[in-house]
């Protein structure tokens, strides 16, 4: 793929080379290869998440009775959440909180703040 794309830019360069200076002149990031475009187009895709893990803290009202275990992220947009009640050492709970969820059983959630 990458041979088929340096040949397309080659027979293309009375095109493309006028094209990279134009973008580069009116602020666009000029990249040479395919895969600094698709890297710049899936943090696009998750704009407003925050880069690290969201603050994820228990209720007001939850917080004397539940205690969380463990965050682990799933993917960009999903983080496994598991509590358990506070005094038992067994059992347990685990959540699934998807992005934008703000509340999730027990929970809350900001996404605009990152806890690294």
Do not use: H
Request: glycine share 8%; aromatic share 8%.
């Amino acid at each position: 793929m990458k041979i088929v794309s340096l040949l397309l830019k080659i027979v293309f360069c009375w095109i493309y080379i006028p094209y990279l200076l134009l973008k580069m002149i009116f602020g666009g990031s000029s990249s040479g290869s395919s895969s600094n475009s698709v890297s710049s187009n899936s943090s696009n895709k998750t704009q407003g998440i925050a880069s690290g893990t969201p603050l994820i803290t228990l209720a007001k009202n939850e917080e004397l009775k539940y205690e969380i275990v463990n965050i682990r992220r799933n993917n960009a947009k999903q983080f496994l959440v598991k509590y358990k009640e506070r005094g038992k050492n067994t059992g347990g709970n685990q959540v699934i909180v998807d992005w934008p969820t703000k509340q999730k059983g027990p929970l809350r959630i900001d996404w605009s703040k990152s806890v690294s």
